[in-house]
């Protein structure tokens, strides 16, 4: 399979040929920017045009590839909206959200903030996210190239609130190391693999404590939803109001991960620890997680970092015919402090074309952008055909995400995260513990709202 070979240096070089293209071609073509507001009125004839003043605007990103794509990318949005000076503020994911919510409350929070699915009640019970109705309304922009189920986690009461930047299927990606797979004896698995498929090739590929067959993570609400739908479950319903680990699907989904670790002794903890370090050292056979892997093992492999072949596949089919998904992305909003709402508007945009959501990609700064035009590209599939083969066998899409109707997000994940933990670590009985998650969530949802 021809896979494309692209270095972040290539990458670089070749945005600032693009950069040039379009300035020769405004160069070509010019125009008079649209007015913004803030900006002076323009000259009275025969008078001179004042100098237009300098929009500055501030966009809160999140430490690492992600910020380090925006920046790359600054330039260029500034040669396209001439006036307009944007200024990445480079947040670390663990405490991104503490330090925007305390700029918000002292009135100081930028223009625009990065935010996940699980986010947008809290972010607009603490004044950092406005409806974009109006302004979509007013620029005319075009949502249908988005998933349904992604604009419809970015919507609160049936407005807009954040357009998204990268977009997935949830934890639908299994990476798997062919060689280790190909050395035990085990025909390495395809797309077509079900659950029990999995399993005999993790069981044949450990080697513990130094090679581990089956590496999955056993917290989160992106992790834990791709599981139990898998096999039927859920860990919320569709409304947020009420708990799912009642459901025999849930239980199964549970039993599954449980036995990973204690029965069939597959993988060291459930705990997620250094799995992405692991595999990449070649001791871990199969481990599922995002798509936004694949662009860096791409460029890894062909760099010949990589001391093994490796591959992704779509997740294994469950018990009764299905593979879990949850659409989950990262997406932009606009905050209630901006005063320049409909520039900050233009970052949005800017981070979410079809050719930002394939070149973010190549550049190793996560999954595509969460349009289906990206999904279907051909320049996206030449890296790895696992694009395609996601909207192949999930032709409805990726499913909803779900999350507490009464935003309190934070609690009901830690709360969920903290008793399935005691489950993992058995320091309570499987049954026991999951009447107990069951129990403790439930409580979380009937607590008073925070919007």
């Known amino acids: 399979m021809s896979r494309r070979n692209l270095s972040r240096r290539q990458?670089?070089?070749?945005?600032?040929?693009?950069?040039?293209?379009?300035?020769?071609?405004?160069?070509?073509?010019?125009?008079?920017?649209?007015?913004?507001?803030?900006?002076?009125e323009p000259a009275a004839s025969g008078g001179e045009a004042p100098a237009q003043e300098m929009i500055e605007l501030l966009f809160h990103?999140?430490?690492?590839?992600?910020?380090?794509?925006?920046?790359?990318?600054?330039?260029?949005f500034e040669e396209q909206h001439p006036g307009l000076k944007l200024t990445i503020d480079e947040l670390d994911g663990a405490e991104m959200y503490t330090k925007v919510y305390a700029l918000a409350a002292s009135g100081t929070v930028g223009d625009v903030v990065w935010t996940y699915l699980n986010n947008p009640p809290e972010h607009k019970a603490k004044g950092v996210m406005?409806?974009?109705?109006?302004?979509?309304?007013?620029?005319?922009?075009?949502?249908?190239?988005?998933?349904?189920?992604?604009?419809?986690?970015?919507?609160?009461?049936?407005?807009?609130?954040?357009?998204?930047?990268?977009?997935?299927?949830?934890?639908?990606?299994?990476?798997?190391?062919?060689?280790?797979?190909?050395?035990?004896?085990?025909?390495?698995?395809?797309?077509?693999?079900?659950?029990?498929?999995?399993?005999?090739?993790?069981?044949?590929?450990?080697?513990?404590?130094?090679?581990?067959?089956?590496?999955?993570?056993?917290?989160?609400?992106?992790?834990?939803?791709?599981?139990?739908?898998?096999?039927?479950?859920?860990?919320?319903?569709?409304?947020?109001?009420?708990s799912m680990f009642d459901?025999?699907?849930?239980?199964?989904?549970?039993?599954?991960l449980y036995d990973l670790q204690h029965t069939n002794a597959v993988d060291p903890c459930l705990c997620g620890d250094q799995i992405h370090e692991n595999f990449v050292a070649g001791t871990v056979a199969i481990y599922n997680t995002t798509t936004g892997r694949v662009g860096q093992y791409n460029n890894m492999a062909n760099a010949g970092e990589l001391p093994f072949e490796w591959d992704a596949i779509v997740s294994p089919i469950g018990p009764d015919?299905?593979?879990?998904?949850?659409?989950?992305?990262?997406?932009?909003?606009?905050?209630?402090?901006s005063k320049h709402p409909s520039d900050a508007f233009d970052v949005l945009t800017f981070y979410a074309t079809k050719e930002d959501g394939i070149q973010h990609v190549l550049f190793g700064a996560g999954s595509p952008g969460g349009r289906k035009d990206v999904w279907e590209s051909e320049e996206l599939n030449a890296i790895h055909p696992i694009f395609q083969t996601h909207q192949e066998l999930y032709p409805d899409g990726p499913r909803k995400w779900h999350r507490p109707a009464n935003a309190r997000t934070t609690e009901f994940v830690d709360t969920m995260n903290n008793n399935l933990q005691?489950?993992?670590?058995?320091?309570?009985?499987?049954?026991?513990?999951?009447?107990?998650?069951?129990?403790?969530?439930?409580?979380v949802l009937d607590k008073e709202s925070l919007a």
């Open 61 to 76: 990103s999140r430490l690492g590839s992600h910020a380090d794509w925006h920046k790359s990318r600054v330039p260029l």
């Open 247 to 256: 459901q025999e699907g849930t239980a199964a989904g549970l039993r599954f």
């Open 422 to 443: 005691a489950i993992w670590t058995d320091a309570v009985g499987f049954d026991e513990g999951v009447a107990l998650v069951h129990e403790l969530v439930q409580e």
């Open 11 to 40: 990458f670089l070089s070749g945005s600032l040929t693009l950069m040039g293209s379009l300035a020769l071609a405004a160069c070509a073509a010019p125009a008079a920017p649209p007015a913004a507001s803030g900006g002076a």
């Open 321 to 337: 015919g299905t593979r879990g998904s949850q659409v989950s992305a990262a997406a932009f909003c606009v905050t209630g402090n």
């Open 130 to 242: 406005i409806p974009l109705d109006d302004i979509v309304a007013a620029k005319d922009y075009d949502l249908s190239p988005f998933w349904e189920s992604l604009l419809a986690a970015v919507s609160l009461n049936g407005q807009l609130h954040a357009i998204p930047n990268h977009g997935h299927y949830g934890t639908t990606a299994y990476y798997i190391n062919k060689t280790l797979i190909a050395e035990s004896g085990m025909a390495v698995p395809d797309s077509s693999w079900t659950v029990d498929d999995l399993l005999a090739v993790a069981k044949a590929t450990t080697a513990a404590p130094e090679v581990w067959g089956m590496r999955a993570s056993g917290t989160g609400q992106e992790h834990i939803p791709s599981y139990l739908r898998t096999f039927g479950g859920d860990a919320i319903n569709e409304e947020g109001t009420k």
